[in-house]
């Protein structure tokens, strides 16, 4: 059984900062890839950003410049640091791990999402 929790959502006014948190427990051997994607009302979900286990990045153009993704491999925790938000930005936000179990099987789990609004 793994488990994802997330954490850091919130209300904020335009401009404003918010840092995102999921820890990842459970039956875990190793984890691949982190990351984060989120999904506005009426819109598909799409990816935010990414973090490989050497701390490769990779950011949607939207995001480039104002979001950076971090991860601490030791505790399987990813973070995503969020400034200068725009009401666009507001969605609900999910974190996902690739993740590998005992048996050399493995999937990618998800977290139960967090709210992050942007407005005055």
């Known amino acids: 059984q793994v488990q994802l929790v997330e954490s850091g959502g919130g209300l904020v006014q335009p401009g404003g900062s918010l840092r995102l948190s999921c820890a990842a427990s459970?039956?875990?051997?190793?984890?691949?890839?982190m990351g984060w994607y989120r999904q506005a009302p009426g819109k598909q979900r799409e990816l935010v950003a990414t973090i490989t286990s050497i701390s490769t990045t990779n950011y949607a153009d939207s995001v480039k410049g104002r979001f950076t993704i971090s991860r601490n491999s030791t505790r399987n925790t990813v973070h995503l640091q969020m400034n200068s938000l725009k009401p666009e930005d507001t969605a609900v936000y999910y974190c996902?791990?690739?993740?590998?179990?005992?048996?050399?099987?493995?999937?990618?789990?998800w977290g139960q999402g967090t709210q992050v609004t942007v407005s005055s």
């Open positions: 459970g039956s875990i051997f190793s984890i691949s890839l």
């Open positions: 996902v791990a690739g993740v590998t179990y005992a048996s050399g099987y493995g999937r990618d789990h």
